[in-house]
């Protein structure tokens, strides 16, 4: 995917890892990428290794370079784009970790040979309005070991792996490796969801869990909410409802003024995400920003594409319906209090939050 250039990702590898995860979309939503197929076509395309440093066994993609793979990938199949960041969010977090760590796992999760997930919505967004942490970390003599619950996981029952972060006694945060075969982990039934149920997203407990590996130093705080990957995948979701749009237009030439417009806003953000990603501290106003402008774009879009198809659109398992679905989940995941606030007022037609 990235052995011409690691700043772009190679057109044709893309428009035919594109076509791969379409193919396999509907298997995809019913039973997750792990089984339908999916993720290990991630490797095959080579994309996988780009997410993770030459000097760690992978190919070293840049940022702008990776975000736009991950709206390519998230307009084919949004549940593979969603696995595709917890899988990439856990490399970066083992990335952080002394090279022992990194030499013992990163080859092989870049070439697709061992999988992983996270779970750090407990440190983010998930239940922090709780007085006690969900999930703690304590010492007994030289061991840790991990008690709680990690509210959501994405793919717990389909990785090898969960990378999560517990409150140690001093209140500061601290990253494991668990294997999920570890005694005293309970993995949950996956939930069923409003849409993307094929991500396998579950709860995790821990019931005095001892972690394969801890990770330190950790250089950055890979704890945040609200980064460039999901404004990425909004972006790619809100191409797929364009793409709808153009097909329907194709014999409805009134509303080639609608795709047009749409595509002109998405083309914007994209370009905006590729300026924040170039930038070694984006700024957290903008990021917001961008975030709850491709919130609002990925839910008008899909609802636009919803409006055109008709009555077509609206039977279970058409592109369209499951457009409208999947845009939902912008408006829950990995989403800062400020953006919520915004798109509610936004929804409301009041003024944006001071």
Do not use: Y
Request: glycine residues 10%; negative net charge; charged residues 15%.
């Amino acid at each position: 995917m990235f052995t011409n250039d690691p700043a772009c990702p190679d057109d044709d590898a893309l428009a035919a890892l594109r076509a791969d995860l379409a193919s396999l979309a509907t298997a995809t939503e019913r039973d997750g990428p792990w089984r339908s197929g999916a993720f290990a076509r991630l490797a095959e395309h080579g994309l996988l290794a780009g997410f993770i440093a030459t000097e760690d066994g992978g190919s070293g993609a840049t940022e702008a370079a990776l975000l736009e793979t991950l709206s390519g990938v998230a307009s084919a199949c949004l549940t593979t784009a969603l696995v595709l960041t917890q899988w990439a969010s856990a490399c970066r977090i083992i990335a952080t970790g002394p090279a022992d760590l990194r030499a013992l796992l990163l080859p092989s999760l870049a070439r697709g040979e061992e999988t992983a997930t996270v779970g750090i919505a407990q440190l983010t967004t998930s239940r922090r309005h709780v007085g006690t942490p969900a999930l703690r970390a304590s010492r007994r003599g030289s061991s840790w070991w991990l008690d709680g619950t990690c509210p959501w996981v994405t793919g717990a029952d389909s990785s090898e792996s969960i990378v999560t972060g517990a409150i140690g006694a001093d209140g500061t945060p601290v990253f494991f490796v668990i294997p999920t075969s570890a005694t005293g982990l309970t993995i949950g039934s996956p939930m069923p969801m409003l849409a993307l149920s094929g991500s396998r997203t579950s709860s995790v407990t821990f019931d005095g869990v001892a972690p394969r590996a801890e990770i330190v130093p950790a250089t950055v705080s890979p704890a945040r909410a609200g980064g460039l990957a999901t404004s990425a995948l909004a972006i790619g979701a809100t191409r797929a409802s364009i793409g709808l749009l153009d097909h329907e237009a194709a014999a409805r030439p009134t509303l080639e003024p609608v795709a047009t417009s749409f595509r002109l806003e998405a083309d914007d953000l994209a370009s905006r995400l590729g300026g924040l990603a170039t930038t070694e501290s984006p700024d957290p106003a903008a990021r917001d920003a961008l975030r709850t402008a491709a919130n609002s774009l990925v839910v008008r879009a899909a609802q636009a594409a919803l409006t055109a198809t008709k009555g077509a659109g609206f039977i279970a398992g058409h592109p369209a319906e499951r457009g409208v679905r999947e845009s939902l989940l912008f408006l829950v995941w990995s989403c800062p209090q400020q953006v919520a606030s915004a798109m509610i007022c936004e929804l409301a037609h009041l003024g944006q939050p001071a």
